[in-house]
């Protein structure tokens, strides 16, 4: 390209364009990598996930029509670690729908899986990226108790993913590695193997952490505050679908302790925010926990980013409206760090800011102060990861590359612009007349004329 280039000027300007070309380039070049080394902050233009900083990644959205790579938020702010000492009942977590459904999970050996998939890296990887509570569905399969992501109640081997007691394992490990955290786990149950749920529990070494029938509030009471369960080592919270298995393994049922919008596309569609059919009214206050369900019926990745954006934000507020005004203590979704930028991380900020102190995001949070005591933060945290929670040792991953998004060829698109407009500046401002060059108000009118901006916009 640079030899194409000087071949076409004249001979009489040979060193000048040469010159030029070196510094439109790093004009250029300045301009698009304004940041890098980890110094990019959410929304600013990456090429590569080490642009970006802590608890960042590098991805798009093309579903928004937004193709050049961003730093994206992919961890949260543990509230805890700004807020503490409220019931549990008073903060907002990030919830993965099908915790276990994850891309390119190896099926049984010989078998082609059918089924749909949910999320991108592991469960110890969504533990540590601030998720904080885990929709397993578990079924009687093999022998033992398995994650399947199946139907009609019954698991299949082209349905199944593993036995639910390695998923539980990595719970276990996390919250030994993390001795004041609290996991949630919601269990969609088809096991029918009495004490099947407490021997596999017990098993996974959770049982220590099970935080106990007899202590949950009646009648939408608060639950304990975060610090007594952390002293009590009542840190791991289960619910079941099945409403026997309160009586027979003191596992509590799922829709007597909290309420629940609709899932699947139902509890998507803009403006309403219908009860799930086995909970009570989502006004009810009979029941102090608010789980918030945002994902399609059926999951596609390359939407996700999409949803998690403007229009999840929007349901959360129709949803804190339909529940009397009472913002949800579970959000729970698909693919959880694809958006536009902030997504579900943003989201649960602002929520727990407005519950936690009144302020408009939990970064803004001061720790021991009133009510309504905020710091001046405008906006949640461009940098998560710097934040005081401090707890994660995971990166943000995904199991299939974050670029399946568009990366431009910035090298050449820069050598090509740079080609047009100094040949166009040669053509407008250079005369050569007997081998010297003409060059009245050369740099003036340069200066003046040059607009960088349309030469790449065309190449674009």
Known sequence: ?????????????????????????????????????GN????????????????????????????????????????????NGLPFNKYTWIVTHNSFSIVDSPPLPGVQRLTFYNQEDTVTNQLRNGVRGLMLDMYDFQNDIWLCHSFRGQCYNFTAFQPAVNTLKEVEAFLTENPTEIVTIIIEDYVHTPKGLTNLFASAGLDKYWFPLSKMPRKGDDWPNITEMIQANHRLIVFTSDASK????????????????????????????????????????????????????????????????????????????????????????????????????????????????????????????????????????????????????????????????YSPNWLLLISLACYTLVTTVMNKYWRCRDGRLNNNQFGVELLSSITIGPILIQIL
């Open 1 to 37: 390209m640079f030899s194409l280039f000087l071949n076409s000027a004249s001979k009489c300007g040979t060193l000048l364009t040469t010159i030029l070309y070196f510094i439109i380039c790093s004009l250029f070049a300045s301009s698009t990598t304004a940041c890098s080394n």
């Open 40 to 83: 990019c902050q959410v929304l600013e233009a990456c090429s590569a996930a080490t642009d970006c900083g802590s608890g960042l990644y590098c991805g798009n959205c093309p579903a928004l029509g937004l193709t050049r790579p961003i730093c994206t938020r992919g961890q949260a702010t543990v509230p805890t670690s700004i807020v």
């Open 246 to 405: 309160e009586a027979e393994e003191g596992i509590a049922y799922q829709w007597k302790h909290m309420v629940e919008n609709e899932s699947g596309d139902p509890g998507i569609r803009k403006g309403s925010c219908p009860h799930r059919k086995e909970s009570k009214a989502l006004n009810s206050r009979s029941s102090s926990l608010f789980l918030m369900n945002y994902f399609p019926t059926y999951p596609v990745q390359a939407e996700s980013c999409k949803e998690h954006s403007a229009p999840l934000a929007e349901m959360v507020n129709t949803c804190y409206k339909a529940a009397g005004n009472v913002l949800p203590n579970f959000i729970a979704i698909n693919f959880y760090m694809r958006s536009d930028g902030g997504g579900v991380f943003d989201i649960t900020d602002r929520m727990n800011g407005q519950t936690l102190c009144g302020c408009n995001t939990i970064t803004a949070c001061q720790a021991g102060a009133p009510f309504g005591s905020c710091n001046n933060i405008s906006a949640p945290s461009t940098n998560p990861g710097s934040n005081t929670s401090g707890s994660f040792s995971g990166s943000v991953q995904f199991s299939e590359s974050a670029s399946a998004v």
